[in-house]
């Protein structure tokens, strides 16, 4: 089994690769990288696969409507508190060890989530498999850059981009397709082959850094799981108690916002902070920190609210919606491959990302134009182009930041960017979800108020008549798609927001710096 070479007795670092090859040299590559994927892509499916389940879910658990959405959150919360500590356990146990540990403990509470009796008990187990997934995204995308040359790593992580992006999108054909021919425990259950085949790729294969002995910011760290928790809870609970009417949802955000501005004091201040301090000078790091936020509102927001609205609108069932998504990732398999051709023959990375971004937008515009009498061409081709968009961005946004930075940081950087695309993710749902609701409610008393009896007599004078004079009954039947109207509505605003910070996201790329290099040059990181 390949490892990277270990400190010598004396305590001196090992000595720094060569410039052309590999951090980490692997002796199978592709059966390493195949592990890695499936690692990642079993992570990212439980991001999306359980929300078809849920109404399963809520009457097997004896839940409510309200209380079986913990089953997401729960997952959400536990996953984000628990990715800043990623390079710190790494480089305390060893990047190997972490990751194999996470596997084991993803498929342990995978199972335990199949053979939950009620919605404590699996809440619980959720959280634990947060928890694990929380390591597998920074460490997967540390090893792909870890085990390729610099001249390989765009590739890698066009690779790596795909699962990224194309997981929640099978998550709901996969999840519909459980539930619908099997049952909705199944919807956990699929992940204990998966995770055992990828456990044995990486026990045999997997290499692992020096370990880094390494103070633990204890103070840094609750100062900022304080925060992101109470951030996610005011999120996720937040149109559910009407917001800021909410003695809670104040409680939160006073919480969140005292945590995270104490933890941006400690960071600059601090003598051992939990992110080394090199990272937020960083120019491209941060400013792909941005991006990824966007990414996480575009991509995840969308995510949210298309399956809805194809079923309930639409009347498409489960299993059609999920195929419905598919052209969004054949357009983000197809970009994120040429997009790192792209690179490697010496295209600006910057004009891509901004290519992405505008072509998101594009598709988002698209979307406003949507009505309920069209068939399903305009869903296809708008994901598809907006698929297109997200494949150009992620792929060279990542090659931006990671290319500047020092190889030890990789992990930590990792960590961050995973971590703002989380919280882009929940900041999105959030907002769309209560803008939804809201603008649903204004459309449908601006369109009811034009709905009256008289109205409809005017209308047709033989309407009432011929229907027995039933007035009520056909009021009831005009107040319904009066409310499918308000609905479809509601959708079209939420996508006009999503255009509107897809656009002003692009002036960004100014901000980022074009790397001399696939990666950074400094023979002290590449010790490490």
């Not at 729960?74 to 508190?81: E, F, L």
């Not at 603008?439 to 309407?463: F, I, K, M, Y």
């Not at 229907?467 to 509505?489: C, F, H, K």
Request: glycine content about 8%; charged content about 10%; overall charge neutral.
């Amino acid at each position: 089994m390949a490892t990277a070479a270990a400190p010598d007795q004396a305590g001196s670092p090992p000595a720094p690769p060569p410039a052309t090859g590999a951090a980490l040299p692997v002796r199978n590559k592709g059966l390493l990288t195949f592990g890695v994927m499936l690692a990642t892509i079993m992570q990212i499916l439980d991001t999306t696969i359980a929300n078809v389940a849920l109404p399963h879910m809520q009457t097997a658990l004896g839940a409510t409507a309200d209380t079986i959405t913990w089953v997401l959150t729960s997952y959400i919360v536990a996953s984000a508190i628990a990715i800043p500590i990623t390079g710190w356990i790494s480089d305390r146990i060893g990047s190997r060890n972490l990751f194999l540990l996470s596997i084991v403990g993803f498929i342990i509470a995978s199972a335990l989530c199949g053979a939950a009796q009620n919605l404590e008990e699996m809440v619980a187990f959720r959280v634990l498999q947060g928890i694990a997934a929380a390591f597998m995204n920074p460490l997967s995308q540390t090893v792909m850059l870890d085990i390729n040359a610099p001249k390989d790593q765009q590739r890698a992580m066009a690779v790596w981009g795909m699962g990224i992006m194309v997981g929640p999108i099978l998550g709901p054909v996969l999840g519909g397709y459980l539930t619908d021919n099997f049952d909705w425990r199944w919807v956990f259950y699929v992940n204990l082959p998966l995770g055992v085949i990828c456990l044995v790729i990486l026990w045999f294969l997997l290499p692992s850094r020096p370990i880094r002995k390494r103070s633990f910011d204890v103070f840094g760290f609750s100062l900022l799981a304080i925060g992101i928790g109470a951030l996610q809870l005011m999120l996720d609970r937040g149109q559910g108690e009407d917001w800021f009417t909410s003695a809670e949802i104040w409680i939160e955000t006073l919480v969140a916002l005292i945590a995270l501005w104490m933890f941006a004091v400690h960071m600059a201040t601090g003598r051992n902070p939990m992110f080394e301090r090199g990272l937020w000078k960083n120019r491209n790091l941060v400013t792909a920190l941005g991006f990824m936020q966007v990414v996480g509102v575009v991509m995840m927001a969308t995510m949210a609210l298309l399956p809805p609205m194809l079923q309930s609108l639409f009347g498409y069932s489960v299993i059609d919606t999920g195929l419905l998504l598919v052209p969004r990732g054949v357009g983000v398999l197809l970009t994120m491959g040429l997009s790192a051709r792209l690179v490697a023959k010496g295209v600006d990375p910057r004009l891509l990302v901004g290519a992405g971004f505008a072509l998101a937008a594009w598709s988002l515009y698209d979307m406003t134009q949507w009505t309920l009498v069209m068939n399903s061409q305009p869903f296809i081709i708008s994901g598809f182009v907006q698929g297109l968009g997200m494949g150009l961005i992620f792929m060279p946004l990542n090659g931006m930041a990671f290319a500047t930075l020092p190889a030890h940081q990789r992990t930590e950087g990792a960590s961050l960017l995973n971590l703002s695309r989380s919280i882009g993710a929940s900041i999105g749902i959030s907002a769309v979800t209560t803008v939804l609701a809201r603008s649903t409610q204004t459309s449908h008393a601006d369109l009811a108020q034009n709905v009256t009896a008289e109205r409809l007599q005017t209308l047709d004078p033989g309407l009432l008549a011929n229907l027995g004079g039933q007035t009520d009954a056909i009021l009831a039947m005009a107040n319904a798609e009066v409310t499918r109207q308000a609905a479809m509505i509601a959708y079209l605003n939420d996508f006009k927001a999503m255009m509107i910070v897809t656009v002003l996201a692009i002036p960004l790329v100014l901000f980022l710096k074009k790397p001399k290099g696939p990666v950074a040059n400094d023979p002290a990181a590449a010790g490490h």
